[in-house]
């Protein structure tokens, strides 16, 4: 809590015209406590934020950590709001918060910034409502809490309240430019497979032939991962699958073994008669990716120096990278930063969307850069 | 992208949003859903769907400020450029959108971005995917009022019900074959599907499914049917696309009914059948009619209801779908060969593959100590596969995998190197222990197998290598050494381990030397087509060729293909030599036409078992066809009976890809082996080629003579071509005549001749033909009538 109080006061600096507080904190702390104090410390200005599976700050990635991201000065139209999946449905959650979008038009750069509860059920659905309110004149921009890998309960936290199940939304509109950058990192290995059957996010087989069997002796998975769901899970995100699209292919995190059915259930829908890839990285392919998708959010800026860097990066792209390879990832996105401040979390899945093409992603890091 | 890609990717978005829509609800939702769907697939901007005037779905505008009257006005073809706030000036495409009344379906991406003519065509094709999903959304709808009804109206409660049922019926059956078409069965299960549900819905005895030849568009050819007798199956096997009731449905694009005082229109084949009131309904992609669907019955006074009809018109639409979706499927398998190949792992049986096996054993020879290697062939695993089917010789190579890797030491390499081919590497074994250990693994194999119900029983033969120091020192050369010892294994009766000695490399040096010659002589385009003419006697000419390949060898002279083919197969050279052949047949054939628009010659190129199997002929062949610009009339492939029979099912899927392309199709050396002609009817073939074996022994009036007789009548039965190969005498050719057969080929005319000789030849065959035809009639009458007088 104290860190939190802290973290609040470092970002906001004392400063009178804090616009938005946005809080990436680990649930090992008490995250009620914590969002509470936080709001204390700077009342009356708007904060959203969430749990995560491990925190990015400039200095580096920490775990059981907090970060707070300041959005202030002139120039700034803010206003946030939240919905649960339970009461409005997936999409319909995104529908609802999307409708604040309206009270920051007068903007000329704008973004709606989103985080979203990943084991909700599919995400894309959210995306999708999201962008039938704000079309491609707001873009969509953010990623799903995280609950450190255990994939139980994640929490979203607005104006101090904690809820979970829920979507909560920042409509961010700037004077100056905003620059989205997405990028992945990963290479397929192996032959396609026919997706033979699936339903929503559940992939039941793979060229006719149970999708887990077929996911394990594919990639000779090891002993545990065979019995054991937590062993699975760890295991598995390191080889999503990629789904074959029309210039590239979309990335699903394989989230879970379902040992009785034989199947597997991933973070978003992977549609029946697609042919997909398992996918693999490695630290070179990572990190590469993090400077394409620094670079695109930096340049989308036209020349203005960041105020600071927004980083939504794949719990799984951190199981490739290991700790010292998560240093100087974040190394990379300080540096992209120029100084200016970076916040940013480990998600269980990446929003980014200014077009018709897919929204939500995994396995990615999606980059936001304001100016 | 290349082309192959986009249309994989194509199917795999056309079978997505079917899964997708089907079943939504909600009528708005199921067209909100289709155009999110199509928008998001092609990467656009900007979509709408627009009926009646008005916007009935739309994607890429903020919430409440799309420009209705602009939508409407591109709609209409009116406006072409979008422009649309976050994206900039969007380019837009329209089509039409046949589920909905007056219907348009447009897609923009912003500038200078636009989409290709590939890219337009899926688009189109989403369109008429959501035409369907919203006909079986009406029929629920449909069912949802006379819910309602029923609550008010004890009395019809009952009627209600059943027509309730039928209507869930028809949903479950549309989503059976959407199923079929999603999981990508072959074409013939879905189409047979097709006409099996609409005569079991409907209620009637039968039900048949034409589509529009290919080869000549003002036809139709029967591809599936119920309740017909195999008689009136052959009378149907064509028909014109312009008469009586398929007529009016073709030319109006709506279904046609024939009862009651309109059953005048009803064919004679179906009223010869029993049939005495019908219907048919157009398949339709986009405007363009690819076949017919129609059903009848035999129950006097039936009436056929606005119900039965949105039932037919349902399913004829899922047959357009599935033909569609056929079309791209060869493409789809090509793009999947393609990336096995690159691939590192057998994904059978888990173990490594050949590329990555030959990785693990370079890496053992910068090893020093000793080391072996054993290449491992199952004995008669073909006849498991052949008789017990390809499920459980699958199994079986994966036990065979599993037991390889439980008779060796962790840390040994296991690999399938292909079919029923496996490899170990031993490190640091001795030769003594490497034969033990290669015993074992014998004797593992040996047990018996518990395989789905059945138990089998197989052998192996070994061939083992151990690593010498003057030996070879790369993998390949190893491996090589070991699968020649296997040979010897299997030469010498199988099952037993032969340990390689260097006399045996020898052998294998013929053979590498073989394959080395042949790829040099592909590059040194020393591989030629010849050209073997083929004769129509009663019209007196020379209406095409057969190609038929030479090596023109350096130092051997000319040589047939029986004497490089099987290298060819093993190395896999068959594939580019297939394609180089397809291609120069083609391209001869057509300068050829080029100089005789009038009588075009048309071109015969054999297709191996192994071109059939790996699937990229599909492929082949239409590029031949479009860097040439041969007519695909004027090209007959000519196809082994034993490929057929061999895998009759992944066979036909390709034959009807082939067909497709308006190709012909001829089944070469035909009761030769294994006569069958229950597959002959199922198959799309137009021409039967007579064995010259037939043909040497006609005038001797034995069994082959007397087969003959049978074979050329049953390909009259069938309205199939017939060409006799071999004919050497007059005396043959009589016979043949006699027997009713027209084309021929054979060294009474002409031997196989190079292309730049082919035109002479073919105008001496010609001059010959036309002096002496009065004079060979005269012939041929006598021996007609001496034919009466012998019976």
Known sequence: VLAGQEACSAAVAGRADAALLVVFASDALDLSRLSKAVQDSAPDVPMIGCSTSGEIGADGATDSGVVVMALGGPGFQIATASASVEAFGLRGAGSEVARIAAQVQSSPYRVLLVLTDGLAGDQEEIVRGAYAVVGAEVPLVGGCAGDDLRMSRTSQLLDGRVMTGSVVAAAIGSDGPLGIGVKHGWRRIGEPMVVTDSDGVRVLTLDNEPALDVYLRRLDAPEIAYHDAAAFTRFALTHPFGLHRRSTEEVRMVAEADFATRSVVCIARVPRGGLAWIMEGDDASVLEATDAACDAAVEALGGAPPLGLFAFDCIARRGVLGDTGIAREVDRIAAHAGGAPVGGFYTYGEIAKNSAAGGFHNQTLVVLAVA | ?791
């Open chain 2, 1 to 791: 992208m290349n082309t192959s890609n986009v249309s994989s990717w194509s199917t795999q978005q056309l079978t997505e949003m079917l899964a997708l829509v089907s079943y939504l609800p909600d009528e708005a939702d199921v067209v909100q859903r289709a155009l999110e769907h199509a928008v998001e697939s092609l990467e656009g901007d900007v979509g709408a769907v627009v009926s009646g005037g008005a916007v009935s779905a739309v994607i890429g505008y903020a919430m409440g400020s799309a420009p209705e009257q602009d939508l409407v006005a591109a709609a209409r073809g009116e406006l072409t450029v979008l422009d649309v706030p976050g994206a900039g000036p969007c380019r837009v495409f329209v089509v039409d959108c046949q589920g909905l009344p007056d219907g348009r379906m447009l897609i923009g991406q912003r500038l200078p971005n636009e989409y290709d003519s590939q890219e337009r065509n899926l688009f189109r094709s989403f369109a008429r995917v959501l035409g369907l999903a919203l006909q079986a959304h009406r029929a629920l709808q449909h069912e949802r009022q006379l819910r309602l009804l029923s609550e008010q109206d004890a009395e019809r409660r009952k009627q209600l019900v059943e027509v309730l049922r039928e209507r869930q019926a028809l949903l479950e059956r549309l989503a059976f074959i959407q199923r079929l078409i999603s999981t990508r069965r072959p074409l013939r299960e879905v189409l047979d599907a097709i006409v099996l549900g609409v005569s079991e819905l409907i209620g009637v005895e039968v039900a048949a499914l034409r589509i529009i030849d290919p080869n000549d568009p003002t036809g139709l050819v029967l591809v599936a049917s119920t309740g017909l007798s195999p008689r009136a199956q052959e009378k149907m096997r064509r028909s014109s696309v312009d008469t009586g009731a398929i007529g009016a449905a073709v030319r109006d694009r709506r279904p046609v009914v024939m009862d009651g005082d309109a059953d005048d229109q009803l064919s004679p084949v179906m009223r010869d059948n029993g049939v005495v009131s019908a219907m048919v309904a157009p398949a339709l992609q986009g405007d363009q009619v690819v076949g017919t669907l129609a059903v009848g019955t035999r129950s006097p006074g039936r009436k056929f209801s606005d119900g039965d009809q949105e039932v037919l018109v349902a399913f004829a639409e899922h047959a357009a779908l599935a033909l569609h979706d056929a079309q791209t499927v060869a493409a789809l398998k090509e793009a999947v060969s393609e990336a096995t190949r690159r691939a590192h792992q057998d994904a059978l049986t888990g173990l490594s593959n050949r590329v990555a096996f030959l990785e693990n054993v370079n890496a053992a020879l910068g090893e020093p100590g000793p080391m072996s290697l054993q290449f491992i062939d199952l004995d008669d695993f073909k006849i498991v596969n052949d008789t017990l089917g390809h499920p459980v010789g699958d199994e079986l190579l994966r036990v065979v995998g599993e037991r390889i890797v439980g008779s060796v030491r962790t840390g040994d390499a296991v690999a399938r190197l292909g079919g029923d081919e496996f490899a170990v590497l031993l490190w640091s074994s001795s030769a003594d222990q490497a034969e033990i250990a290669a015993e074992r693994i014998r004797e593992a194999l040996g047990e018996p197998y518990h395989l789905q119900g059945h138990v089998v029983s197989i052998g192996a033969s070994t061939g083992l290598v151990h690593r010498t120091t003057e030996g070879p020192h790369v993998a390949e050369e190893l491996l090589r050494d070991a699968d020649v010892a296997m040979y010897r294994a299997k030469a010498l009766g199988k099952g037993r381990t032969v340990v390689f000695a260097d006399s045996m490399r020898a052998e294998l040096q013929a053979r590498s030397k073989l394959e080395r010659e042949l790829r040099r002589a592909i590059d040194a385009h020393q591989l030629v087509l010849y050209y073997q003419p083929i004769i129509d006697i009663p019209m007196s000419r020379v209406v095409g060729s057969e190609a038929l390949l030479r090596w023109e060898h350096p130092e051997l002279g000319t040589l047939p293909p029986s004497d490089f083919i099987a290298v060819a197969e093993e190395t896999a050279l068959i594939q580019a030599i297939g394609r180089q052949v397809l291609l120069d047949a083609c391209e001869q054939t057509a300068r050829w036409n080029d100089a005789r628009p009038e009588q075009p010659w048309t071109v015969s190129v054999n297709v191996s078992a192994s071109q059939l199997v790996d699937g990229r002929v599909v492929e082949h062949v239409r590029e031949a066809l479009s860097s040439s610009g041969l007519a695909p009339h004027h090209l007959t492939l000519e196809l082994t009976e034993s490929v057929l029979v061999h895998d009759i099912e992944s066979a036909a899927g390709i034959l009807f890809d082939l067909k497709w392309l308006g190709v012909r199709l001829a089944i070469d050396d035909f009761g030769t082996r294994y006569s069958s002609l229950s597959y002959l009817a199922r198959l799309p073939v137009d021409v039967l080629k007579v064995d010259r074996m037939f043909v040497e022994d006609a005038p001797t009036g034995t069994s082959h003579a007397r087969l003959a007789a049978s074979v050329v009548a049953l390909a009259r039965s069938l309205q199939l071509e017939t060409v006799v190969e071999g004919v050497e005498s007059s005396q043959q050719l009589g016979i043949m005549l006699r027997l009713g057969c027209r084309r021929f080929q054979g060294y009474r005319w002409s031997g196989p001749v190079p292309g730049a000789k082919f035109v002479e030849t073919a105008a001496s065959i010609e001059r010959q033909l036309a002096v002496p035809w009065q004079r060979q009639a005269a012939f041929l009458r006598r021996t007609a009538h001496s034919g009466v007088t012998d019976g």
